[in-house]
């Protein structure tokens, strides 16, 4: 019997473990995050299973492998929240899902897109209190924009093809373009610099790495084309918050939809509304009315939270059978596997 700790349970996410769990897996399900604090919680389990804001730094990793437990099964593609290297020193294999549903976070990030342009959510407010004014709801036709696409893996490939179904000109760029997606005559590869000055819309799918911290700062903000959308639905960490909001008050962007924000750990997938919100740049991102922000729910759809739970329980059973030892043995895509 393989007894698991599970981190960061909702509704959501569990129902689809209880459906699918074979009857040698015993499921622990905490609604806590796994951090340095709570990390006693794992004692006599041998997996912890963690999604996105869960934290197992090389603290966390030297006390699960103190108390025996040899796998790390995260339920998400990215592991920036994971220091691996901690993790192979203390004997602990880490495992996750590395594709579930591209199409759920694409779709997102076009929702994003279209929600901002065309102001809904100011509309439906508006609507709603019995004001049926149109000033201020001006919007622009996406058809024959240029979108730039930062990242054309899984997701990013995705949402340029569904870009140029809305007939969007997509300038990309990527470590490793992708040899299908180049030969759509809608989309052109092409260096950071002129994606940023030609894009109406600058969207990320790219990991969060080393290299790719803070690649919205000060200095890119400034290259791109003024009053430009940013849509990140990737990792909070890829955008610096704080040149976000000086590119915002001074119109070089001029409209931001996020999925995801570099603090987010502390509010993101909890009801904080009783709270005050103690983050001051989060409080002040929430005072734009040309910024949308959803809270790390890009992944939330039905088929995605169906092959996560199989995709990690095959995951643990493999590990069971000693098919998946080693700290990300399995599921790093080779092109980011750095
Ligand atoms: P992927 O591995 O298929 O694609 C990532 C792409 O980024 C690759 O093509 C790679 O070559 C490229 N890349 C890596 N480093 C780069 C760099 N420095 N410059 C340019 N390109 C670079 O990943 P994916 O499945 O498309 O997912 C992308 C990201 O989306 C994940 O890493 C994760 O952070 C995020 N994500 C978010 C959610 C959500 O709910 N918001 C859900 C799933 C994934």
Same mark, same amino acid.
């Given at each position: 019997m393989t007894k698991i700790a599970f981190y960061d349970a909702k509704p959501y996410s569990q129902k689809p473990f209880e459906e699918y769990v074979s009857q040698d897996l015993t499921i622990t399900y905490y609604e806590h995050k796994l951090t340095r604090d709570t990390v006693?919680? /794992?004692?006599? %389990? !041998?997996a912890v299973c963690v999604f996105v804001n869960d934290t197992i730094d090389g603290k966390v990793a030297e006390r699960l492998g103190e108390m025996g437990v040899g796998l790390v099964a995260l339920r998400c593609s990215g592991y920036n929240n994971i220091n691996l290297d901690a993790c192979a020193r203390h004997g602990i294999s880490v495992v996750r899902v590395p594709s579930y549903s591209p199409p759920s976070v694409a779709e997102h990030s076009i929702a994003l897109m279209l929600a901002l342009n065309r102001h809904l959510i100011r509309a439906h407010a508006r609507v709603r209190e019995g004001n049926f004014s149109l000033n201020g709801l001006v919007g622009f036709e996406m058809c024959g924009k240029t979108v730039g696409i930062i990242g054309t893996g899984r997701i990013g490939r995705h949402a340029a093809e569904i870009l140029t179904g809305f007939q969007c000109e997509i300038l990309a760029y990527d470590l490793h373009p992708d040899q299908a997606l180049s030969r759509n005559p809608r989309v052109r590869y092409t260096e950071l610099d002129e994606l940023y000055a030609n894009s109406d819309i600058l969207s990320l799918y790219v990991p969060l790495l080393p290299d790719t911290?803070?690649?919205?700062n000060d200095t890119s903000i400034a290259k791109l084309k003024p009053g430009i959308m940013l849509i990140n639905t990737?990792?909070? /960490?890829?955008? $610096?918050t704080k040149a976000l909001i000086r590119g915002l008050k001074n119109g070089r962007i001029g409209s931001a939809g996020l999925?995801?924000? #570099?603090?987010?750990? *502390?509010?993101?997938? #909890? !009801?904080?509304? #009783? *709270?005050?919100?103690? $983050?001051d740049v989060l409080a002040r991102l929430l005072t734009f009315n040309n910024v949308l922000i959803t809270? %790390?729910? /890009?992944?939330?759809t039905r088929e995605a939270l169906n092959k996560i739970a199989v995709a990690t329980l095959k995951n643990i059973r493999e590990y069971q059978e000693g098919k998946r030892a080693g700290a990300?043995? %399995?599921?790093?895509c080779a092109k980011c596997a750095t």
């Open positions: 006693e919680s /794992a004692v006599g %389990h !041998d911290r803070y690649l919205i990737s990792r909070g /960490a890829l955008v $610096d999925d995801v924000y #570099e603090e987010e750990s *502390d509010y993101f997938f #909890e !009801d904080r509304s #009783e *709270d005050v919100i103690a $983050d809270s %790390h729910q /890009a992944f939330l990300l043995t %399995h599921g790093v």
